[in-house]
């Protein structure tokens, strides 16, 4: 069993910065691809940014393209979602998924582990 823990979450004004991390438990962190996904009120759970389990294919929203980056460390079970331009409409709980794969995937209902979530609040 995987355990995933998001951290970095907070209050940012509008344009500001924060840096996402999502700690893994277990000796197979390394083969499996990772996302990153948002919830807001009322709203479904929607995909951000997906990595390969080797780091090596990565894919974005549209809606953050430019502006998210998604990055991962295996030494360190780790992956990062480094978001930069913060926009009042990202404004969400956002949580990272592991796949038991090596390719991520767009639809939350291929990954196999999730975390709590962590809440995002960008202010105006």
């Known amino acids: 069993q995987v355990q995933l823990v998001e951290s970095g979450g907070g209050l940012v004004q509008a344009g500001g910065s924060l840096r996402l991390s999502c700690a893994a438990s277990g000796r197979t962190f390394s083969t499996y691809a990772m996302g990153w996904f948002r919830q807001a009120p009322e709203k479904e759970r929607d995909f951000i940014a997906g990595i390969s389990s080797s780091g090596d294919s990565i894919g974005y929203a549209d809606s953050v393209k430019g502006r998210f980056t998604i990055s991962r460390d295996n030494a360190k079970n780790t992956v990062y979602l480094q978001m930069n331009s913060l926009k009042p409409e990202d404004t969400a709980v956002y949580y990272c998924?592991?796949?038991?794969?090596?390719?991520?995937?767009?639809?939350?209902?291929?990954?196999?582990?999730w975390g709590q979530g962590t809440q995002v609040t960008v202010s105006s």
């Open positions: 998924a592991g796949r038991r794969s090596g390719s991520y995937n767009y639809n939350r209902l291929y990954y196999d582990y």
